[in-house]
């Protein structure tokens, strides 16, 4: 539920019960004093009837307003009361409030009962009551109309904020620039978002920097080793160890090469390719293709190019070079003899295919980086994860799809860039 | 034949300088970009193995430095760095080839002759193994005389062996030679051996000896012994 609505849902039940509990009170006091007050009124009343009665004793009083009857009980006491006195005309009882005394005047003791009818009274309540309601659920309407308004226009700064950290991402190692808000809170939840970010792009970059260092000093300790050892493979002294030595000249090449494509990928990464040229994807191609022609025949490989169009990339040829060598060699490897390849490119995309048996198990996770289809494969599976990070970073979409006995791997530019 | 190698990873300067020697090359070293500038101003090489990144100054200062006194030396940089603009950098500078850390140590005694016949002879240099000879400028290759048809790939491994004669090459290092380092060729050793065995067969048969040795499971030997 959004902060506002829950809000506005407090704000509603709260005020309803304010508004109860005031209306009910506001009645109750408002019935005390128009008591009270009719109270004084039928006081005054008595002590002008007592004035007339001692005047003249054979007064005619009006029932139900006044009654005045002779009385034996001795002793004056007053007495008010509320009543119900059925009215003739409307059919119906009403209420009254009334005196009860008994008086003596002259020798005499009378009973005197004054009414006064509570109709306008209650009447006069009721309209309050509907003013006063009416009034409180104005007011409340446009104190929730206000603070909906206000506090839109008081969290859009917390908004826009959030748009930015939505967007953040670790890569791209742009720290969040929040815009003042003016308000205390939710400076201070900036302050703490932008310390809490920098803090992970610092930590990023550092672990970073810790991989790439590792792979450069790994490189030269690699090379000697590796050059030692074949030195050592071509020592004809040591023939009874050429197989152990063979081995680990074959882990320690592998290493190499991980190390390298390591370094690659941090390189591409970390945009060391970048560049705002535009690259024929054709012009490599081709040379590609010359380049693998004699693998392609070695393999007795059909290949089938269209390469009429050109696809023209922002792409740094280095990089370009390495994609499309990437997805050749890949595509070389994984033909069997006899196959076929397919290379097409249009103004949009470009195409690699290949023969292949049967889709690729688990193609989702075919970009990951050391993700091997075939696990006794030598190779170090980060072929496919350099292509992926390279067109990532170049907004190319790059698509595995498989049909009728091909492999397709579909490199296109979003639409948005054509 | 006269190399500095400049470079300064200890390690990989004393390995660079024994296979070097081994070849017999007299080689004379520099950790440090003033070690080198100074020696290169001094002395004279044939080829200079150049490091870019140096403990004070940049390799590709040198080069420039080097060019600027107008010499003959054959340069070759050495590079942990493989970015093109480098690359490009170094060679519009004047330098003859550019290698990429980690290398073959083959690898660098190929470019290093290659380098060397370039400047030394001015590419009119025929590299000769008993009947064969090979022309790289024009790319040709004699057998006894009669001239011998070799696909780009044969001919580069042809002059790879002879480059490296007697010495065991890895099929790592020649697969490296042939395509560079970025194809992943770690399944595909059977292209090297069919490359290897196309090659064997037209030498042989336009009467040349089989000098090319296998060594099971390892590698290749081109040798006469």
């Given at each position: 539920?959004?902060?506002?609505?829950k809000?506005?849902?407090?704000?509603?039940?709260?005020?309803?019960?304010?508004?109860?509990?005031?209306?009910?009170?506001i009645?109750?006091?408002?019935?005390?004093?128009?008591?009270?007050?009719?109270?004084?009124?039928?006081?005054?009343?008595?002590?002008?009837?007592?004035?007339?009665?001692?005047?003249?004793?054979?007064?005619?009083?009006?029932?139900?307003?006044?009654?005045?009857?002779?009385?034996?009980?001795?002793?004056?006491?007053?007495s008010?009361?509320?009543?119900?006195?059925y009215?003739?005309?409307?059919?119906?009882?009403?209420?009254?409030?009334?005196?009860?005394?008994?008086?003596?005047?002259?020798g005499?003791?009378?009973?005197?009962?004054?009414?006064?009818?509570?109709?306008?009274?209650?009447?006069?309540?009721?309209?309050?009551?509907?003013?006063?309601?009416?009034?409180?659920i104005?007011?409340?309407?446009?104190l929730?109309?206000?603070?909906?308004?206000?506090?839109?226009s008081?969290?859009?700064?917390?908004?826009?904020?959030?748009?930015?950290?939505?967007?953040?991402?670790?890569?791209?190692?742009?720290?969040?620039?929040?815009?003042?808000?003016?308000i205390?809170?939710?400076?201070?939840?900036?302050?703490?978002t932008?310390?809490?970010?920098r803090?992970?792009?610092?930590?990023?970059?550092?672990?970073?920097?810790?991989?790439?260092?590792?792979?450069?000093?790994?490189?030269?300790?690699?090379?000697?080793?590796?050059?030692?050892?074949?030195?050592?493979?071509?020592?004809?002294?040591?023939?009874?160890?050429?197989?152990?030595?063979?081995?680990i000249?074959?882990?320690?090449?592998?290493?190499?090469?991980?190390?390298?494509?390591?370094?690659?990928?941090?390189?591409?990464e970390?945009?060391?390719?970048?560049?705002?040229?535009?690259?024929?994807?054709?012009?490599?191609?081709?040379?590609?293709?010359?380049?693998?022609?004699?693998?392609?025949?070695?393999?007795?490989?059909?290949?089938?190019?269209e390469?009429?169009?050109?696809?023209m990339?922002?792409?740094?040829p280095?990089?370009?070079?390495?994609?499309?060598?990437?997805?050749?060699?890949?595509s070389?490897?994984?033909?069997?003899?006899?196959?076929?390849?397919?290379?097409?490119?249009?103004?949009?995309?470009?195409?690699?295919?290949?023969?292949?048996?049967?889709?690729?198990?688990?193609s989702?996770?075919?970009?990951?980086?050391?993700?091997?289809?075939?696990?006794?494969?030598?190779?170090?599976?980060?072929g496919?994860?350099?292509?992926?990070?390279?067109?990532?970073?170049?907004?190319?979409k790059?698509?595995?799809?498989?049909d009728?006995?091909?492999?397709?791997?579909?490199?296109?530019?979003?639409?948005?860039?054509? | 034949?006269?190399?500095?190698i400049?470079?300064?990873?200890?390690?990989?300067?004393?390995?660079?300088?024994?296979?070097?020697?081994?070849?017999?090359?007299?080689?004379?070293?520099?950790?440090?970009?003033?070690?080198?500038?100074?020696?290169?101003?001094v002395?004279?090489y044939?080829?200079?193995?150049?490091?870019?990144?140096?403990?004070?100054?940049?390799?590709?200062?040198?080069?420039?430095?080097?060019?600027?006194?107008?010499?003959?030396?054959?340069?070759?940089?050495?590079s942990?760095?493989?970015?093109?603009?480098?690359?490009?950098?170094?060679?519009?500078?004047?330098?003859?080839?550019?290698?990429?850390?980690?290398?073959?140590?083959?690898?660098?005694?190929?470019?290093?002759?290659?380098?060397?016949?370039?400047?030394?002879?001015?590419?009119?240099?025929?590299?000769?193994?008993?009947?064969?000879?090979?022309?790289?400028?024009?790319?040709t290759?004699h057998?006894?005389?009669?001239?011998?048809?070799?696909?780009?790939?044969?001919?580069?491994?042809?002059?790879?062996?002879?480059?490296?004669?007697?010495?065991?090459?890895t099929?790592?290092?020649?697969?490296?030679?042939?395509?560079?380092d970025?194809?992943?060729?770690?399944?595909?050793?059977?292209?090297?051996?069919?490359?290897?065995?196309?090659?064997?067969?037209?030498?042989?048969k336009?009467?040349?000896?089989?000098?090319?040795?296998?060594?099971?499971?390892i590698?290749?030997?081109?040798?006469?012994?």
């Open positions: 539920m959004k902060l506002l609505n809000l506005t849902n407090r704000f509603i039940a709260w005020s309803l019960l304010v508004m109860v509990l005031t209306g009910t009170l009645y109750f006091i408002l019935s005390v004093v128009i008591n009270r007050q009719m109270d004084e009124r039928l006081a005054e009343n008595l002590s002008s009837v007592e004035q007339q009665l001692a005047r003249a004793p054979e007064t005619v009083f009006f029932d139900p307003v006044a009654h005045v009857e002779k009385t034996h009980a001795a002793g004056e006491k007053i008010f009361s509320d009543t119900l006195i009215n003739e005309s409307e059919q119906e009882y009403e209420d009254y409030r009334q005196i009860s005394a008994v008086k003596n005047i002259d005499e003791f009378y009973r005197i009962v004054l009414r006064k009818s509570k109709i306008e009274s209650e009447d006069f309540l009721v309209t309050l009551a509907i003013v006063t309601i009416f009034g409180m104005m007011l409340w309407l446009i929730l109309l206000i603070t909906r308004k206000l506090a839109k008081l969290w859009q700064p917390f908004f826009t904020n959030l748009e930015q950290i939505k967007s953040f991402s670790v890569t791209t190692q742009k720290a969040l620039d929040f815009k003042s808000t003016g205390f809170e939710f400076d201070e939840l900036n302050e703490a932008n310390k809490l970010t803090q992970i792009i610092s930590d990023f970059q550092n672990q970073k920097q810790f991989s790439e260092d590792v792979s450069h000093e790994l490189q030269t300790p690699l090379a000697i080793i590796s050059s030692r050892l074949e030195s050592l493979l071509g020592n004809p002294e040591l023939k009874d160890y050429t197989e152990s030595l063979n081995s000249y074959g882990s320690v090449r592998r290493l190499s090469k991980l190390n390298k494509a390591m370094i690659l990928l941090s390189k591409i970390n945009n060391q390719f970048a560049s705002d040229e535009y690259t024929s994807f054709k012009k490599i191609v081709k040379e590609k293709l010359d380049e693998f022609s004699e693998l392609i025949s070695l393999k007795e490989l059909q290949l089938e190019s390469l009429a169009n050109d696809l990339v922002s792409i740094s280095s990089l370009a070079e390495i994609l499309i060598n990437n997805l050749l060699s890949n070389i490897n994984h033909t069997a003899k006899g196959g076929k390849i397919i290379i097409e490119l249009g103004e949009q995309k470009m195409l690699f295919c290949n023969t292949g048996t049967q889709e690729i198990t688990e989702h996770k075919l970009f990951n980086r050391f993700h091997k289809d075939d696990p006794s494969s030598q190779s170090v599976g980060l496919l994860a350099i292509v992926k990070k390279i067109c990532d970073l170049h907004q190319l790059i698509r595995y799809f498989f009728k006995n091909l492999h397709y791997f579909e490199i296109s530019t979003s639409s948005s860039n054509p | 034949m006269k190399i500095l400049v470079e300064d990873e200890p390690d990989l300067l004393n390995e660079i300088k024994n296979f070097l020697v081994k070849e017999s090359y007299v080689c004379e070293t520099a950790a440090s970009f003033i070690d080198a500038d100074e020696k290169l101003a002395y004279h044939d080829v200079a193995l150049i490091d870019i990144t140096l403990p004070g100054g940049s390799g590709l200062q040198l080069i420039e430095n080097l060019k600027r006194r107008n010499t003959d030396t054959g340069i070759i940089i050495i942990a760095r493989d970015s093109l603009d480098d690359k490009l950098t170094g060679l519009d500078l004047g330098a003859d080839d550019y290698i990429t850390k980690p290398f073959h140590l083959s690898e660098l005694n190929a470019r290093v002759k290659a380098v060397l016949r370039r400047r030394k002879f001015e590419g009119a240099t025929s590299v000769v193994f008993h009947e064969i000879e090979l022309l790289p400028d024009q790319g290759v057998i006894n005389g009669t001239s011998l048809i070799l696909t780009k790939k044969e001919f580069e491994l042809l002059l790879f062996f002879i480059s490296n004669k007697n010495r065991l090459l099929r790592e290092s020649i697969a490296e030679h042939l395509w560079g970025n194809i992943d060729l770690a399944d595909n050793f059977d292209f090297i051996y069919t490359h290897i065995n196309n090659l064997r067969k037209k030498i042989m336009n009467g040349g000896k089989d000098y090319i040795k296998t060594v099971y499971g590698g290749y030997k081109f040798t006469d012994a």
